[in-house]
């Protein structure tokens, strides 16, 4: 994608945008200037997105033949662009595409601004906005085009495919194994396309305080009180628990899960068995989920996510979830039959904004967990507002 800046976003300042004016940087492919925000921004945003990527500035005047800018007149800024941009794009394309915004003020009037978006080409094409159309930038003009080609068509799910491959790949990969025999929850919310530097602006001192304090909140004195840095990011790091936070915009929390043992009535003999305390597992699965949904919401991120777990020494265990008792005094042999377990949420990354309720995303794992034990499914058994607010 071709950037009319020539420097990243997050650096533009109002003396940029005259540059834009001084080298007559028309309207095509990759940039479109707007005065305000037009009614079909959504297909704007996801074309950019369907094609090369591009940049949309919002608050500029281009009323002439040949598209260039000649001011920057801006918006008024009393209803935040940056977050009335975010909602049109969460409200109306599918999935979101990634962007980022920065909104510039002007010297000679601080009530208005510029809004400049940098979104790059898409990973996870066609984004469908509400009409079930998808739009693409067209070459001889700034206005989005309905997509009808099939073989466009093709190469934008043929390139979405592939990306989905990668992302496969890496929720059956197995984590790396942790010494003992003791048993270990891990969970992993990362955004995708992998490898993004999601967060990595933000890992400044003022920023940092703002997560320690997200976490904290969460996890309510919970959490260790050594922090470690390190050059991907930073952990709470404690006895065997570990929250991490890494730039790349990825949220692992690692735990030790309790086990007790109890003796079960069987009709032949009382047997003692071993279990999992299965509330832990719930609590650590959605405060992870609510910690990168906070993340994601603290630093506008709205694009594409996949959620994956593992649970390691569980072999010849059960899960205390009372229930479901009378299985362990009815079926010959209850236990858990796997050493180790990699459960993945599903091969199709979700949209971010499913995270604004952590059930939903949580409770298809669980069902995963509950089937690994024998259970065959969670369908009379989602989480209660009360666990939720723990």
């Not at 945003?45 to 598209?67: E, K």
């Not at 039959?337 to 979700?350: A, M, T």
């Not at 967990?369 to 065959?376: L, N, P, S, V």
């Amino acid at each position: 994608m071709i950037n009319p800046f020539g420097k990243p976003i997050e650096q533009l300042e109002e003396v940029d945008l005259a540059k834009l004016i001084e080298a007559e940087t028309s309207e095509g492919l990759y940039v479109e200037y707007k005065e305000d925000f037009p009614t079909h921004l959504a297909k704007i945003v996801a074309s950019f997105a369907n094609t090369f990527g591009g940049w949309i500035i919002i608050g500029a005047d281009a009323r002439n033949p040949r598209n260039v800018p000649t001011s920057f007149p801006g918006i008024e800024i009393n209803n935040d662009p940056k977050d009335r941009f975010r909602n049109i794009c969460r409200d109306t394309i599918t999935p979101v595409p990634l962007f980022e915004s920065k909104l510039i003020l002007k010297s000679s009037n601080p009530s208005r601004g510029i809004l400049v978006v940098r979104i790059p080409e898409s990973s996870y094409p066609p984004h469908i906005i509400r009409d079930g159309r998808i739009y693409r930038r067209n070459m001889e003009g700034s206005d989005p085009v309905g997509e009808t080609d099939r073989h466009i068509l093709d190469r934008l799910f043929e390139k979405s495919r592939h990306n989905k491959i990668e992302v496969k790949a890496f929720i059956n990969r197995k984590l790396q194994k942790s010494p003992g025999q003791d048993v270990l929850f891990k969970v992993m919310c990362c955004p995708v396309p992998l490898n993004l530097k999601l967060i990595d602006p933000f890992f400044v001192p003022e920023r940092l305080s703002r997560f320690k304090k997200m976490a904290r909140n969460i996890w309510r004195g919970t959490l260790p009180k050594n922090i470690r840095f390190e050059p991907e990011g930073f952990a709470f790091e404690g006895d065997k628990q570990r929250l991490e936070i890494l730039r790349s915009g990825v949220v692992c929390y690692f735990t030790p899960i309790p086990t007790y043992t109890k003796t079960i009535d069987r009709e032949l003999e009382p047997r003692q068995l071993e279990f999992l305390k299965y509330q832990s597992l719930q609590i650590a699965l959605l405060r992870t989920i609510k910690l990168a949904r906070e993340v994601y919401r603290f630093t506008g991120y709205m694009g594409l996510f996949v959620l994956k777990v593992a649970l390691e020494n569980v072999n010849g265990k059960g899960l205390d979830d009372p229930k479901f008792f009378n299985f362990y005094k009815i079926f010959p042999d209850p236990q858990c039959s796997y050493s180790d377990v990699i459960l993945p949420y599903g091969f199709n990354p979700k949209e971010a904004k499913s995270m604004e309720n952590p059930r939903h995303v949580a409770d298809p794992l669980l069902g995963y967990i509950y089937r690994c034990f024998g259970f065959e499914a969670l369908d009379t058994h989602s989480i209660t507002r009360s666990e939720l607010a723990r």
